[in-house]
């Protein structure tokens, strides 16, 4: 099952801009998660908002959830060519497990 | 460090073999996870285990088989019956329910 959905799948911009990722859900949730993924590496956890959170900050990101819409956002303010990767978001489905989207490739140049 | 390894880094099968991957953490954490992910594509999730001694089946698990008899293990076969395995394969563990993932470095399997 593939719960979360990310838009755009590919973002350029130059460095100094702000990137904004989306990601659409279709079941309820109980927290959904941010991960960055560089090039044929692991995933790295960014960031966890509650359902019962609207909004969270972590250094240059910052994360909003709307239940209403099943919906959320990545903000990375003032990008850099190193933020160059994929982004995915993640929702627990029925508990103890995470659904993944098929992410965001964004490249920052310099 | 606390981490999670996984290897090896590449494996390369042949047709009609059994291959392990194998992950392991020292992060002390009780959930495991393996998923594959396909080039330019999402994490599919092919088994979890939340406790030693026990795991079940994800969206794609089969071909595929696990064990957890150490809580720092979860090793993942990729069995002859898998018709398609090439795919980069990334173990995760988690602390337990609302945490984030700790994710390996991932096993690229090519069959050859």
């Known amino acids: 099952s593939q719960q979360g959905e990310e838009d755009p799948q590919a973002l350029s911009i130059q460095e100094g801009e702000n990137a904004t990722m989306n990601c659409s859900y279709k079941?309820?949730?109980?927290?959904l998660q941010w991960y960055r993924q560089n090039s044929g590496r692991g995933l790295v956890h960014l960031i966890l908002?509650?359902?019962?959170?609207r909004e969270k900050h972590s250094g240059r990101l910052r994360v909003t959830l709307d239940t209403s819409k099943k919906s959320s956002s990545l903000l990375i303010t003032a990008s850099r060519a190193a933020d160059t990767a994929s982004y995915f978001c993640?929702?627990?489905?029925?508990?103890?497990?995470?659904?993944f989207g098929t992410g965001t490739r964004l490249l920052v140049s310099p | 460090d606390g981490g999670i390894t996984q290897s090896p880094k590449y494996l390369f099968r042949k047709e009609g073999q059994n291959v392990t991957l194998s992950c392991e953490q020292n992060?002390?954490?009780?959930?495991m996870y393996w998923y594959r992910q396909d080039p330019g594509q999402g994490l599919r999730l092919i088994y979890y285990?939340?406790?030693?001694?026990?795991?079940q089946k994800g969206d794609i698990a089969e071909g595929y088989s696990v064990s957890r008899e150490k809580k720092e293990s979860f090793p993942l076969t990729v069995t002859s019956a898998q018709k398609n395995p090439t795919a980069f394969y990334l173990c995760?563990?988690?602390?337990?329910?609302?945490?984030?993932?700790?994710f390996g470095s991932g096993t690229r399997l090519t069959v050859v």
């Open positions: 993640a929702t627990d489905e029925g508990f103890q497990k995470l659904v």
């Open positions: 908002i509650r359902s019962n959170e």
């Open positions: 285990s939340q406790i030693v001694n026990d795991f």
């Open positions: 995760a563990s988690a602390p337990g329910f609302d945490y984030g993932y700790t």
């Open positions: 992060l002390n954490h009780d959930a």
């Open positions: 079941t309820s949730i109980n927290n």
